[in-house]
């Protein structure tokens, strides 16, 4: 997690795996992204994980994703 003006930013590469596949989710000041690939056999063949804690000053409504086109996730979240 790294500040950037009056916002938190993390930022993870998952350009190995398609919008639909990557799953991000807050809970109690945690951010949590999830990405799996299946291949056509049903078998899961590529999985990332990656879990963090936002320090107390955020603003867990104001939470937001972006996917750049180089595979790169940034999620943002506002500071109070």
């Known amino acids: 997690v790294r500040a950037q003006g009056d916002t938190y930013q993390v930022v993870a590469d998952v350009s190995q795996f398609e919008p639909p596949d990557i799953?991000?989710?807050?809970?109690?000041?945690?951010?949590?992204?999830?990405?799996?690939?299946?291949?056509?056999?049903?078998?899961?063949?590529?999985?990332?994980?990656?879990?963090?804690?936002?320090?107390?000053?955020?603003d867990p409504l104001s939470v937001s994703c972006t996917l750049t086109e180089a595979g790169t996730l940034v999620i943002s979240v506002r500071r109070r």
């Open 23 to 58: 799953v991000v989710t807050t809970s109690n000041c945690h951010v949590t992204i999830q990405a799996e690939k299946v291949a056509e056999d049903g078998t899961v063949c590529d999985t990332f994980t990656h879990k963090c804690q936002l320090p107390e000053d955020t």
